[in-house]
């Protein structure tokens, strides 16, 4: 580490500290590294990685050290305090080098990478343990039991257990009441003894009658012998298999991962955020048993405790879960998957690290020589593109396994119904294929982005519409409690029943979001049973799992779901999928605003017609002429990568140079605005082919309260833009009051 932050203002004349030194780092919001004496009663155990405990800033808190270095520049250094051994200590030795990479390329304090392994209730959680009993072996105990009756009902004698048992089991199992334990255990016969368990999030276990042997299709072997072959010869490119959906590249992912565990190597699959249900869980842990840890956003700290610990000790070797799963401390890594490469949710948009996990993955696999594999039916243009100029190897699957087909798609312009007199969500093609599918016990799958009701509140009488107060972003109307809600703060209140404005009675809740479309699909199909996936009916732990199940067992006969429906959901029965409004975010100002529909069409269509059945996609849209609709309906995906990497180029965004993204966000909008025009005119000044879009408010340029400025870096390549960031970063430091905060998003996802 470069720089170690004084310790001891006052102190400049005394001699440096010349003995052993710690560089240690903070998972809070101190930034710098600070160094600290490593006292006798501590020497040897001091090394990189290791979580040390000490005062900075008049309090205690928990860092990791960095660097074990032979003296300091500095004088008269605090001492350690207290260290903790056997923390993942060795495991996160060996990611240090990529938390390094992340805090310079993401322009984030190295310390706050440590914050989910060394956060003080990680640390001080302990293990969970309970209470079993073990035979001890007293020839008199048995005896007595056998008197006691045990014996006499037919029941086994204590000295047939093996391992050790709980209290319930020794109930079931020997008839044994509590006071009688305890007296067993008085006389010698049993012995209690505390075992640790793991607080396993794996509710699921493992289904045997899955684990059905696959024979995989030539073009799945071929995959896994590209890659296979590079799991034992590190060094070697990332790989991005594109596989249209249903072309069975879970099979690959899994052959893959028997492969590398066979090589006594470790193995990390990334899923994203909306797709690590049971479903996938369960295919993963059928083929590779329950080897595999899973690590997911919703974790106690107990169970992300007990996770960890299991993948550090090495009990598990596998690890299934989302972004932050690719932090896991794991040592010898073999094999890197990440699924549906193209998410957004990889990206960590909202908090610092602002990292993207497939990008962090392939420096992890090139670091720790493991072969990374990208996989998607839509890969980003970003990752195709590298397939195409050979930073990448490309694996390609283009046909569904078996018989299965890519289900026709046909497109309904909206425009055209309504010119007909349908005003309905829903278009006459579509109710009149839906109730096909229903006679013939079919399931449906429907398509509609949109949370609440309906979208807005408009006055028909003098136009206002009702935004929140808090945000700039208009409320949406919530049926079910008669509120409005704002789907950005939270922010609640009771559905107005006049304009609050000009007090008229004229006003009207238009357009049609998900709760809206459930009570029309009703009206058309009183006798259908439908299931409505959205983050209001999923809010409850288990809700999303009990949903899904449902609709597999055929519980239902339409599942209406916002994205949450799109992805990866392996249903055989479904034959028909309908996008209600396509055109959600197709306007929205983003230059990824095309791919994002492109992919959220292509994979909602990849859900019908999986197996056997013949499937069909209905898309509504008003705009029948869009490329990323059209291209949707042949599925065809290289033809709309040609298309849009064309606009790319044009306009210099991504893959084409290196976006960041700058955002102050504050009480005050002319502080902000103020600052970040000094940073652009600086910028602009300087000697650099840094290009600036902006500043001007942000497109939700207030959220809660809070004023957001933005503006838009682009730079052909990564290195200026890294230097020009770091000035920023500084400047915010001294500029910025500090109510006030700027944020850098690297490679930004996120241009809201
Ligand atoms: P993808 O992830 O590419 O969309 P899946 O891996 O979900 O595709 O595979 C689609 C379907 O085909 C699944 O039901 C899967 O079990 C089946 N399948 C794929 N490959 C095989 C194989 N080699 N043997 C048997 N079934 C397979
Ligand atoms: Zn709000």
């Not at 709980?166 to 009441?177: I, Q, V, Y």
């Not at 990889?346 to 720790?368: C, E, F, H």
């Amino acid at each position: 580490m470069k720089t170690a932050e004084r310790q001891n203002k006052n102190s400049t004349n005394v001699a440096p500290y010349a003995g052993l030194a710690a560089a240690v780092a903070f998972p809070v919001a101190i930034p710098g590294v600070y160094d600290y004496a490593i006292p006798p009663r501590f020497a040897g155990k001091v090394t990189a990685g290791l979580p040390v405990f000490v005062e900075v800033r008049k309090s205690r808190i928990w860092g990791v050290v960095l660097e074990v270095k032979e003296g300091s520049e500095f004088p008269e250094l605090k001492e350690i305090l207290e260290i903790k051994e056997g923390h993942w200590t060795d495991s996160n030795r060996s990611l240090l080098k990529l938390y390094e990479w992340m805090a310079r390329y993401y322009q984030c304090p190295l310390g706050r990478l440590f914050k989910p392994l060394v956060s003080k209730s990680i640390i001080n959680k302990k293990p969970k343990t309970v209470t079993v009993y073990r035979y001890a072996g007293s020839d008199d105990g048995i005896n007595r039991i056998d008197s006691a009756g045990a014996g006499a009902a037919g029941r086994p004698a204590l000295d047939t257990i093996t391992a050790p048992v709980t209290a319930a089991e020794l109930k079931s199992r020997f008839g044994l009441t509590p006071s009688k334990i305890g007296t067993l255990c008085k006389k010698g016969v049993l012995a209690k003894e505390q075992k640790t368990v793991c607080r396993d999030t794996n509710e699921f276990g493992v289904d045997v009658a899955g684990a059905a042997r696959v024979t995989l299709s030539v073009g799945q072997q071929a995959c896994v012998d590209r890659v296979a072959a590079s799991i034992g010869a590190p060094g070697g490119k990332p790989f991005l298999l594109y596989g249209i959906t249903g072309s069975g590249k879970t099979h690959v992912y899994t052959e893959l991962a028997k492969r590398a565990l066979a090589a006594g190597r470790g193995v990390i699959i990334l899923v994203p955020e909306i797709s690590l249900t049971p479903q996938t869980i369960l295919r993963f842990r059928a083929e590779i048993g329950d080897t595999v840890a899973v690590i997911h956003s919703r974790m106690s700290d107990g169970e992300r405790r007990d996770s960890l610990q299991e993948i550090v000790t090495g009990r598990r070797r596998a690890v299934i879960g989302v972004r932050s799963a690719l932090l896991a401390p794991m040592e010898n890594v073999g094999l890197i998957v990440v699924d549906e490469e193209h998410d957004g949710s990889y990206k960590q948009s909202d908090t610092d690290p602002r990292y993207n996990a497939r990008d962090a993955a392939v420096m992890r696999g090139l670091m720790q020589g493991a072969a990374v594999v990208l996989g998607s039916a839509t890969p980003s243009l970003e990752s195709y593109y590298n397939a195409q100029t050979g930073k990448y190897r490309l694996l390609t699957l283009n046909e569904r396994f078996g018989t299965a087909r890519l289900p026709d798609v046909r497109v309904v312009d909206m425009a055209a119904e309504h010119r007909e007199n349908n005003w309905t969500a829903i278009s006459r093609y579509l109710v009149t294929r839906m109730g096909e599918e229903i006679r013939d016990r079919h399931q449906i799958i429907l398509l509609l982005n949109r949370r609440g009701f309906s979208t807005v509140l408009l006055c028909k009488s003098c136009g206002y519409s009702h935004t929140c107060p808090n945000c700039s972003v208009n409320l949406r109307f919530h049926k079910s409690d008669t509120t409005m809600k704002c789907h950005q703060c939270g922010h609640e209140e009771g559905a107005p029943r006049c304009c609050p404005k000009c007090g008229g009675i004229k006003i009207k809740y238009q357009g049609t979001a998900i709760q809206k479309a459930e009570e029309l699909i009703r009206e058309k199909f009183p006798e259908a049973r439908i299931l409505r996936m959205d983050q209001d009916t999923t809010r409850r732990k288990g809700a999303h799992l009990s949903i899904l199940e449902e609709f597999e067992r055929g519980g239902a006969d339409i599942l209406l779901g916002t994205q949450m429906v799109a992805k990866g959901l392996n249903f055989p029965n479904v034959t028909l999928v309908g996008v209600l409004q396509a055109d959600t975010g197709l306007h929205f100002p983003d230059f990824r605003a095309s791919e994002r529909t492109f992919q959220l069409l292509t994979q909602v269509a990849g859900r019908a017609g999986r197996a056997e059945l013949r499937g069909e996609v209905v898309i509504q849209t008003y705009s029948p002429g869009e490329p990323a609709v059209n291209y949707a309906m042949t599925h065809d995906y290289l033809s709309f990568y040609g298309y849009e990497i064309k606009n790319r180029r044009e306009l210099s965004y991504p893959p084409f140079g290196k976006l960041a993204r700058v955002i102050a966000e504050g009480p005050d909008e002319p502080v902000l605005r103020a600052f970040l025009h000094k940073c652009a005119r600086a910028l602009l000044s300087g000697d650099n082919s840094i290009r600036v879009l902006g500043p001007a408010p942000a497109v939700l340029s207030k959220i809660d309260n809070v004023y957001r400025y933005s503006m838009l870096l682009k730079s052909p390549s990564p290195v200026p833009l890294g230097e020009a960031l770091a000035n920023i970063r500084k400047n915010a430091q001294a500029d910025l009051p500090s109510a006030c905060r700027c944020i850098i998003d690297v490679d930004p996802v996120n241009m809201l």
